[in-house]
């Protein structure tokens, strides 16, 4: 009978210590490539925007804005983009450098914080002539653009930025205030009348004397007009009509 032999648990140990050694080397190697994918990202924006304003440079004399040099930040997953020039700026030699273009990264790229910042500066050197400099702003993420020189960028720098790919947030609707009803005020329009107290008109307070001088007295007979009296009948007569003038009936 033939006899079948297996793998012995020491050369299972052997291939399992191996595929360690190779997965501790081969890991962070396959994350530092793909940080590099993803930060070459900047290295072709910042050419892009770099001969756009080189052409404008050498057409108009001077350093315009995105708009201006015809330029567009690229749109991503994983950078901001800002600019920071405004309006038109003639360089003169001697000047101080301007700060063109700036990248953020959203997230951190392996050993590359997060809101670490990649900035293309111009530097004046003649009237058709700027030195373009491409700055990152640690060594970290230096590695991952090793064509950028690490210096002094942050993104604070361009915090007057005309354009940039961060949408702004949507300001908050203002609450709507509803006037408080006017309590002495009555509704309008309701014929059922629902709802409404009844209003009791406060009774005149009677004059001690009727407009003759006599004492208030209903029961007395007073002339109506053309001979006809009242017949002692409690009457509430006008008081401004001409006929009543010297009735004994006491008026409100």
Aim: hydrophobic share 30%; proline share 8%; net charge negative.
């Amino acid at each position: 009978m033939e006899k079948k032999n297996g793998f012995t648990l020491i050369e299972i140990m052997v291939v399992i210590v191996i595929m360690g050694v190779l997965a501790a080397v081969g890991v962070p190697k396959l994350f530092a490539a793909i940080a590099k994918a993803k930060a070459s990202e900047v290295h072709t924006a910042a050419g892009t925007y770099i001969h756009a304003q080189d052409a404008y440079l050498h057409g108009q004399n001077a350093i315009g804005s995105w708009k201006e040099i015809g330029f567009s930040a690229p749109i991503s997953k994983v950078f901001d983009y800002s600019g920071c020039v405004q309006d038109k700026v003639t360089p003169q030699e001697g000047g101080e450098s301007i700060t063109g273009l700036i990248a953020s990264n959203r997230k951190s790229l392996n050993e590359c914080q997060a809101n670490s910042a990649w900035g293309v500066t111009m530097t004046p050197q003649g009237e058709h002539h700027v030195s373009y400099q491409q700055v990152v702003s640690s060594t970290e993420c230096g590695a991952l653009t090793p064509s950028w020189k690490v210096g002094n960028i942050a993104i604070g720098d361009c915090s007057a930025a005309e354009e940039t790919t961060q949408a702004e947030p949507e300001p908050a609707p203002e609450p709507t205030v509803t006037p408080d009803p006017d309590p002495q005020k009555e509704p309008a329009n309701n014929p059922s009348g629902e709802g409404e107290e009844e209003k009791e008109e406060p009774e005149p307070e009677p004059n001690d004397q009727c407009s003759n001088g006599s004492p208030c007295s209903n029961a007395n007979k007073c002339s109506l007009g053309e001979g006809a009296t009242n017949q002692g009948k409690e009457k509430k007569m006008d008081c401004s009509k001409d006929q009543f003038k010297g009735c004994c009936a006491c008026c409100p």
